[in-house]
């Protein structure tokens, strides 16, 4: 069901989140003048370039969108499970609870933030933007590496 779903991946968000680290803020008066460097050292620096996965992203969904877009996302077939056995369904779930529990805090919660608002701008039909689509694709990338090959 959906509430499951949803179960699940709240989950794999709380496990992943609950080993951040609190940071405290820097002292009354540092975080301004911190900011000013910061961008005055920006204007001179070229752009940020994307890495790998974040190229892999892009490519992947401009080749995908077109067949994103053609699916009937209102259908509520996606929201039933397949007709596996409980037993080979509880064992996936474990598996993606044990690389949630692997992953990056900050990976998780990029991944988390750019779910939110590929959500945000779904249409009519269930699609969201392309921009949307591809920052997803990225995070999850960038949220599979960061569990490290052996997850």
Sequence with gaps: SK???VLIVA???F???RHSTFVPAPARGVAP???AGGMLAMLGAPAAHADK???AAKKLSEASYPFLKEIDWTSDVYAKLPTAGWNP?????DKMIVMGAAMDGAALK???DAHHKAIGSIDAKGVTSLADYTAVN???GHMVASAGQAK
Excluded: C, E, Q
């Design 3 to 5: 509430a499951r779903s």
């Design 11 to 13: 989950l794999v968000v």
């Design 15 to 17: 496990t992943g989140l």
């Design 33 to 35: 003048m911190a900011a």
């Design 53 to 55: 996965i974040d190229d």
């Design 89 to 93: 369904v509880l064992k996936a779930v």
């Design 110 to 112: 990029a991944g988390a």
């Design 138 to 140: 990225a995070a999850i």
